[in-house]
């Protein structure tokens, strides 16, 4: 199994390297390839652990006897890789319809290998980050994804794609200073950068350690004071806003909270209510923040920040001694993946059949567009958490989690309230604009709708499928 998740880290970082080598003309077909490649690599992970179950770290790198990175085979590593490549997969074959002259929106002649070649740098660094076993892998792969998205998200060079790129490089750089800050702390007084070193420090020094992981998560994960990137970042190739809110740039934070907690053994109390205030207070913020809101994709940028905050709120509550919440949170983080990359490759498909994403402009997308149609109903049900999509259950194994915690503890009780509160707020405006774009006659945007690609077609019906069955791969995993 170290092979395979090996493969997962290394062949796309070849494949990148490759792209940018080899004729133009091919750079397509070969960012898909290799992106296939990572994602068999991910997926015979899965099998392998799935058929043992065997949980272990395996050291590749030591020097003096410190080790400074190694491989963590476990269910959250195995899940979490899984989504990575193949979100990945699913976003460079969409990109071969997308990249191109033909796109309403931004018309594509150039920088189609400078766009693969980081795509495929994000995937690999990506998985990287998600099996390592150390806090300095976690450190270098963080920043590798910060390089990536800030060359992605400036993709089209204007004065606006530049600035926004600039707001994420400096922003997440910052919040990457906390993460430098715990592991400096970690090797000074443990003299290990393993993760599980966290569980040799005492309740002080976890606070102290926690304190630079919280910054480093929630800068990387846009949660409240460091979210400004992310709505900024709408200016970048859909395909990359699909991957950076779905399966990469974003979850790097959580995932580091989860795997820091799950590592450390007894996390302070004062972590877990921190963790949770601050997640509810970002949740509401991104929901009012839906309501000026005409460019789809910048709906749904507020409404990833939100869907974060739930992930966070369900760490922050394992804390509390929640399995169920723990749990709730690895779903989430799986399932969000693929609602949201779904709902952001239907705005991409938008646009580029209509040139626009101005939510007021479009209207009968069914009936002019039937997969694109049913591709926001599957995205927008699962978000909002609507059975038998995938993200009803994780965000019902949430819930019930907090006020389990909450029957014990009055602080959490009342930030259960407005959680359920926001839920309700958030299924209500989401489904209005459901309603409102893709019923009905078809609006003049969606009329004089040019034909979607069929690279587009197929990889939304790909993760239709998977809004109805990720859940399902989890439990396989979870049971």
């Given at each position: ?73 476990d269910t959250l590593s195995v899940l979490v890789n899984l989504m990575v490549v193949f979100i990945g997969w699913l976003i460079c074959t969409y990109s071969v319809g997308y ?30 980050l998600v099996l390592s076993s150390t806090l300095l892998g976690l450190l270098f792969f963080f920043e590798m994804t910060g390089l990536c998205s800030w060359n992605l998200i ?91 809110h779905a399966a990469s740039m974003v979850k790097v934070g959580v995932y580091i909270f989860a795997r820091t907690v799950l590592e450390a053994g007894a996390v302070p109390q ?210």
């Amino acid at each position: 199994m170290v092979w395979f998740a090996l493969g997962s880290i290394l062949l796309p970082i070849l494949g990148s390297v490759l792209v940018l080598l080899i004729p133009e003309r091919h750079v397509k077909k070969a960012g898909q390839f290799f992106s296939f490649l990572a994602f068999i690599c991910g997926l015979l992970l899965w099998i392998g652990f799935a058929e043992n179950r065997d949980s272990f770290t395996r050291d590749l790198l030591t020097i003096g006897g410190i080790n400074l990175f190694g491989i963590t085979i476990d269910t959250l590593s195995v899940l979490v890789n899984l989504m990575v490549v193949f979100i990945g997969w699913l976003i460079c074959t969409y990109s071969v319809g997308y990249m191109n002259a033909g796109n309403r929106e931004h018309p594509v002649t150039e920088g189609i290998p400078r766009f693969y070649s980081f795509m495929l740098l994000f995937i690999g660094s990506m998985s990287g980050l998600v099996l390592s076993s150390t806090l300095l892998g976690l450190l270098f792969f963080f920043e590798m994804t910060g390089l990536c998205s800030w060359n992605l998200i400036g993709f089209y060079g204007d004065q606006k794609s530049r600035n926004s790129a600039l707001w994420a490089i400096i922003l997440t750089h910052f919040a990457a200073l906390g993460l430098y800050v715990a592991t400096a702390f970690v090797y000074i007084n443990t003299g290990s950068f393993s993760i599980s070193a966290l569980g040799n420090l005492n309740e002080t020094e976890k606070i102290i350690a926690f304190g630079g992981i919280l910054l480093a998560s929630w800068g990387k994960s846009a949660q409240l004071p460091l979210h400004p990137w992310l709505p900024r970042a709408m200016v970048a190739p859909t395909p990359v806003s699909a991957y950076l809110h779905a399966a990469s740039m974003v979850k790097v934070g959580v995932y580091i909270f989860a795997r820091t907690v799950l590592e450390a053994g007894a996390v302070p109390q004062v972590i877990g209510e921190v963790g949770a205030i601050m997640a509810v207070l970002t949740m509401v913020y991104g929901f009012i923040m839906y309501f000026p809101q005409d460019d789809m994709k910048k709906l749904l940028a507020y409404s990833t920040i939100a869907q974060l905050s739930y992930i966070f709120l369900a760490i922050s509550l394992s804390i509390y001694g929640s399995e169920l919440a723990f749990n709730g949170a690895v779903s989430h983080i799986f399932n969000h993946a693929f609602a949201k990359g779904l709902f952001f490759l239907v705005a991409g498909a938008l646009a580029y059949t209509t040139g626009t994403r101005r939510l007021s402009m479009l209207r009968g997308i069914l009936s002019k567009l039937p997969v694109i149609g049913v591709g926001y109903i599957a995205a927008a049900m699962s978000i909002v958490g609507s059975p038998p999509f995938s993200g009803f259950f994780s965000k019902f194994m949430i819930i019930l989690a907090g006020f389990q915690v909450g029957w014990h503890q009055p602080l959490i009780l009342v930030l259960m309230v407005v959680t359920l509160v926001e839920s309700v707020g958030s299924f209500i405006w989401i489904l209005r604009w459901m309603g409102v774009n893709v019923f009905g006659s078809p609006s003049e945007a969606i009329a004089g709708a040019s034909p979607t690609p069929v690279s587009i077609q197929v990889v939304v019906g790909v993760l239709i499928l998977m809004t109805l069955v990720s859940q399902y791969i989890v439990f396989l995993l979870l049971s």
